[in-house]
Each structure stands twice: as C-alpha cells, then as structure tokens.
C-alpha cells in the first residue's frame, strides 16, 4: 500500500513541477483538491459510502486538516523554486521525524541505534543545506516544514486507525488546502488553464488520490518507524525524472546528503527488521498479501499433519 502510494506521490510532484512553472501556486492547490475531493466522491462506494465519513474526532481531523495544508503549500512552493531532487531530498527527511516523533506521540520504543541513525541523517540535511555557506533559502525551509507537516500527518493516521477509516482519514485533509487555496484564488491571478494544463491538472487529482489512499492505507496496517523509510524509494524515480525531463543534475553536496539520509533511513529499517521475517514485517504488506501467506502457511501444515 505504502509504494502504491509513494508512486501516485511522485506522480502529483512531477505534474506539480510542470504546472507550476506557469501556474501560480494557489490555482495548483485548487484545482488539484477539487479534482481529487470530486475523485474521492466517485470511490465512496467502493470504501464503505458516506457513512464512513462519520466521526466522533473531529478535533484530529481538523488538525490533519490544517497539517496537509501545511505540508501541500510549503512543498510545493519549494519544488517550484528549487530542482526537482533537490527538493525531494530534503522532502524525504520526514520518515526521520516520524521515527523521531513516533516516541512521543504513539509511546513506541527507537533505541540508541536509531536515534543515532536519525541524527546522522540530519546531518546529511545540513551537508545539502551548507547554512555557513548561504545555501539556506526560503525554499528549502519551506519544504522542511512541509516534511515536518508530513510527518504529523503519518503520525496521526496510525494514531486513528483504530477508529476511522482509511476514506475518512484521506478525505478531510483536502478540505483545508481546497478552502485556503479557493480564498487566495480569489484575490490572486487565474490563468485559464489550456489543453495540456487541463491534462495536467486532472493528473495530478488521480495521483493525488493514489497518493492518499496508498500511504494512508499503508501506516494504517504497521509502525511509522518501520515503514517511513521505504518512501525513499521514490528519490530513484526524482532524480531519473529531473534529469530526463529538465536536464537537472544535483551537485555532489546534494548527493553525499541523499546518500547518508538514505543509508540512515535503511538502518532504521535493519534495526526494525533484525533480519528476519517478523509479524511486524508482514503487516507491511497489502491485506491480501499477508492473508495470502497465511492461507499458504495453513496448507503446509495441513499436508505435514496428513504425511504425519
């Protein structure tokens, strides 16, 4: 569910990247959350009908609501002002605050190992930053808040799974970027959009979606800690895209800074794994794919016991 979600996220940020270098940014917002809110409708069925939308916690879903506002401006203000590896990198510095933040805000135990590994990889932030240096733009603060914002918003799915559905958790979050971006639309310049704007746009609400449903579905089934780090798969697809695309190549400060957020994100992983295959790891796994090993397992069992 996660990768699912993490392609429909890369989606969303390459037809950001396009839109944005003609398109102000609240139009973006706009007309991205009223296409996925419109998409989101078109699937109630498929996820339970409207009564899913119930909720006697409304409080979170205000709060997740004022987050994904945070994270949807702040990011893509940055990705219009900055290379497109550039800023998925420093993006991807949220699976660290989550594991970070898993401790206080869900109880979960990180030992010395992994904090470790998430003060290393702040450090890589700071080589790709190079503050000293006069590398520090509002751009890139703004994608670190948005990361931070992001990773409240994991947080916060895992801390509701018990109690809201996975519609409900994907659905009230646009509410709040579609109302700010609606009200600064109004008082800012619109460009009607022409023909492969139009496309553009629409793409990026499908992805939007995916988007969505994939990671909410994702932190709903495992521990933040554990899956956090799988997002960096999506740098791979950035940075081919960057390149192919508009011809952005990261400077090496860039890259030994993705190496080492990378490298202390997988270390998460390995501390969390041990190695082995653990329930923990099977929860990571589609719904289906972990009933699916477990049917298999209870045919094995069944032929021991008639061989036996």
């Known amino acids: 569910m996660l990768l699912i979600g993490i392609a429909g996220g890369l989606g969303l940020d390459l037809c950001a990247k396009g839109l944005l270098a003609n398109y102000p940014l609240e139009q973006f917002v706009f007309l991205r959350s009223l296409i996925g809110l419109g998409l989101f409708l078109l699937l109630a069925r498929r996820f339970g009908g409207l009564n899913s939308l119930v909720t006697r916690r409304w409080r979170w879903h205000l709060l997740r609501t004022l987050l994904a506002t945070g994270a949807m401006f702040g990011f893509f203000h940055g990705l219009s002002r900055m290379p497109l590896m550039d800023a998925l990198t420093l993006g991807f510095t949220a699976p660290l605050m989550v594991t970070a933040l898993s401790v206080p805000m869900l109880g979960e135990h990180v030992g010395w190992r992994r904090w470790a590994a998430v003060t290393t990889g702040f450090l890589g932030v700071l080589l790709i930053l190079r503050p000293a240096g006069g590398h520090l733009s509002a751009a890139s603060a703004a994608i670190l808040f948005a990361a931070f914002c992001y990773a409240c918003l994991a947080i916060t799915a895992r801390k509701l799974a018990s109690t809201e559905s996975s519609y409900s958790l994907s659905m009230y979050v646009i509410t709040g970027p579609l109302l700010v971006s609606g009200v600064l639309s109004a008082e800012g310049t619109w460009r009607s959009p022409d023909a492969t704007g139009w496309l553009l746009f629409v793409l990026a609400g499908i992805c939007s979606v995916i988007a969505w449903i994939g990671i909410v579905g994702g932190y709903r089934r495992a521990s933040p800690a554990l899956l956090a780090p799988f997002e ?72 021991q016991t008639d061989d036996t």
């Open 232 to 303: 960096y798969t999506a740098l791979i697809g950035g940075a081919l895209a960057g390149y192919l695309i508009w011809d952005e190549v990261p400077d090496r400060w860039v890259v030994s800074g993705a190496l080492i957020i990378i490298g202390s994100g997988l270390f998460v992983v390995y501390r969390e794994l041990g190695g082995v295959m653990t329930n923990r790891y099977l929860r990571t796994m589609t719904a289906s794919g972990a009933a699916a090993l477990a049917r298999r397992r209870t045919r094995q069992s069944l032929r």
